[in-house]
């Protein structure tokens, strides 16, 4: 019953209700975390969330758990591989068209080490060649969560033997800049522009 409840409330409420403000006068993490939500991440990535973490990203990577993989597909309970996971996350949740290949993706994002890591970083390995060939989202304390080809979207720990052989690098995704127009002489824009849309 509680879990229907919560899937009712997740239904209902937009994705910017769900982030909490670090602010908050409430003291008591419990109170704003869903419970399943908190014991999905208990058991199967072995940390608790509290205030400070990005709700709205725990929830929506929840959504996409066990979605089977499969090469060039990204629908969320149906099917996806790496890239198209991590490009949905942030076009949902930010807005961002991430390029559809994981060596795309690295070059839209600021490199940053890997103790810099923060929740929703994008996470890069070579596995096997000596390009970029695989991405996961950043969760916390070294846990990560990707589109793996044997068994879906679960989480991993960065740790692990095979991961640490195949790591690349991390990155931030960067929002582009908007495109400027330049004026033309005595301020009139180019007569490509359009002024008319904004």
């Known amino acids: 019953m509680k879990q229907i409840c919560w899937l ?10 769900l982030a909490h403000s670090p602010d908050s006068s409430s003291t008591d ?3 704003i975390i869903p419970e399943p939500l908190q014991a999905f991440y208990q058991r199967a990535g072995g940390f608790l969330l509290n205030q400070e973490d990005p709700l709205v990203l725990y929830t929506e990577v929840y ?10 597909r990204n629908t969320c309970q149906q099917a996806t591989d790496c890239s198209g996971f991590t490009g949905k996350v942030y076009e949902v949740l930010e807005g961002l068209s991430l390029h559809r290949g994981a060596p795309g993706q690295w070059l839209q994002c600021t490199p940053i080490s890997k103790d810099s890591l923060r929740a929703g970083d994008l996470v890069f390995f070579a596995i096997g060649q000596p390009h970029i060939s695989h991405v ?22 960065l740790r692990q033997p095979y991961y640490t052989r195949w790591w690349y690098g991390a990155g931030r995704p960067v929002r582009p800049e908007p495109a400027v127009v330049a004026a033309q002489p005595g301020g009139s824009l180019p007569a490509t522009a359009d002024p008319g849309r904004h």
């Open 8 to 17: 009712l409330w997740l239904a209902a409420c937009p994705l910017a209700v």
């Open 63 to 72: 959504r996409w758990h066990k979605t089977p993989y499969a090469w060039g």
């Open 136 to 157: 996961g989202i950043y969760l916390k304390e070294y846990k990560f969560i990707h589109a793996s080809s044997c068994c879906g979207v679960i989480i991993e720990d």
């Open 29 to 31: 993490s419990a109170s």
